[in-house]
């Protein structure tokens, strides 16, 4: 497949640089990928489009990460860090800014406050550090926002979702910043099924393709986590299985033992779903509007049909809907259930 095929022109001013409030008077298109059909819509509508014995599969995951600023001691040159992962009560995985000047031995000041030492270099280029006084460390700084937002938020807790439970993501699972409360309520109340799993999203997430062929590209792994009632609520499902969010879509495909059912537990994704790929567990797909010759798109893709996308996407940006991480939703479901 070439990625000219998922390539499309964002007029930058579409990237969504506030958020809307209230969260689900968001803007949604609707695609039928069996008939090809765009609805325009506002999310606050998503009880309409679902039916008695659909289930709702989110990712309840919670952006943990950190964005610090940090000196290298004793030189006093500036850098910028991130955790993104704890391992342990004073070890920590980060990603720095520029990355050449960790070396291991490096010590270093976060915040001006948090001493730290660079313990480990591993394999991607992340760093493990080792901070002496870690206490406090995990509200410091700023969570780290995607690099094409260049707004304000009211609070972080508008990069969370309102179910955010599970600690360890560097990125927010962006497809549920829509769901209010009073939404889930609503569509519980319709006999639609609502279930959890959990991946932690790294900040790879943001990344375009950088290989010249779709295949030759490597999908950097996320854990991932099933619980036992989210796999029995799968496997007793009577209607339309629907994944909120290509995170949620890649552990449910990844965790498939058979048609509509997953394995329990925990493990590792690193599923690269392409056009073509033949899905064993979702119907369904409630997503953002993603940035082109990227993973996300192809998975929606794969889902909704490459022109069907295509179509969707020149009519989202005529219309002028808002892209990316605090931007408007599409959801790709066909009308009937299965």
Wanted: aromatic share 6%; proline share 7%.
């Amino acid at each position: 497949m070439d990625l000219t095929d998922i390539d499309y022109d964002l007029p930058e001013e579409l990237i969504a640089q506030e958020a809307v409030e209230p969260r689900d008077h968001s803007r949604l298109l609707h695609l039928d990928p069996a008939t090809g059909a765009i609805a325009h819509l506002h999310f606050y509508d998503l009880p309409s489009l679902l039916q008695p014995g659909d289930l709702l599969v989110l990712n309840d995951t919670r952006v943990t990460a950190r964005r610090l600023r940090a000196v290298k001691i004793p030189t006093g040159a500036q850098i910028e860090v991130v955790l993104t992962r704890r391992l342990d009560e004073h070890r920590f995985v980060a990603l720095s800014r520029p990355g050449r000047r960790l070396k291991v031995g490096t010590q270093i000041r976060l915040e001006d406050r948090f001493e730290a030492e660079v313990v480990e270099v591993l394999p991607d280029g992340t760093r493990v550090l080792r901070v002496a006084n870690p206490a406090g460390i995990e509200s410091a700084g700023h969570a780290p926002l995607p690099p094409y937002f260049h707004g304000t938020l009211p609070s972080e807790d508008r990069y969370q979702t309102v179910y955010a439970s599970t600690p360890g993501s560097a990125a927010a699972p962006t497809a549920g910043l829509h769901f209010t409360p009073r939404l889930l309520d609503e569509i519980a109340r319709r006999g639609v099924g609502i279930a959890f799993v959990s991946l932690e999203i790294g900040l790879d997430t943001f990344r375009p393709i950088s290989s010249e062929r779709v295949q030759d590209h490597k999908m950097h792994g996320e854990s991932y986590s099933i619980p036992e009632e989210t796999a029995a609520a799968i496997g007793a499902a009577t209607g339309r299985i629907i994944a909120v969010g290509t995170t949620t879509t890649r552990t449910l495909e990844t965790a498939a033992i058979a048609e509509r059912r997953v394995q329990p537990g925990s493990g590792v994704s690193e599923l690269f779903i392409t056009p073509g790929y033949r899905f064993r567990v979702v119907d369904g797909l409630i997503t953002n509007f993603h940035m082109p010759r990227t993973t996300m798109l192809l998975l929606v893709g794969a889902l909704a049909g490459v022109e069907n996308l295509r179509r969707a996407y020149r009519e989202a940006v005529q219309q002028r809907y808002r892209f990316l991480s605090l931007g408007d939703s599409m959801v790709v479901l066909r009308r009937e259930n299965p």
